[in-house]
């Protein structure tokens, strides 16, 4: 199953970010669907997971300012940031079940 992301771009110090997760299939499939990102230079990281049951789990560093949801009638997993930082400029990924990927898409911060 290949996912697709998308919502990323340039955003403004202090924005906010939404971004799309969609799967060709039904994410109900998946008990797990989340988000981790990679900034130039460092590892992946762990952003947010959403299990099927809608259990939600955040990093530290998005914890307070960030919403992960699913919407199993549009296969699509959302996730949404503010306060945004130059630091939070990754390219962010889906992922489903932590073995299934999409391309990821670019987010940058900046003015």
């Known amino acids: 199953a290949q996912l697709v992301e998308s919502g990323g771009g340039l955003v403004q110090p202090g924005g906010l970010l939404s971004l799309f997760c969609t799967a060709p299939?039904?994410?109900?499939?998946?008990?797990?669907m989340g988000w981790y990102r990679q900034a130039p230079g460092k590892q992946r990281e762990l952003v947010a997971t959403?299990?099927?049951?809608?259990?939600?789990n955040y990093a530290d560093f998005v914890k307070g300012r960030s919403t992960i949801s699913r919407d199993s009638t549009n296969n699509t997993v959302y996730l949404q940031m503010n306060s945004l930082s130059p630091e939070d400029t990754a390219v962010y990924y889906c992922t489903a079940n932590f073995l299934t990927w999409g391309q990821g898409t670019q987010v940058t911060v900046s003015s």
């Open positions: 299939v039904s994410i109900s499939s998946f008990y797990f």
């Open positions: 959403i299990s099927r049951g809608g259990i939600t």
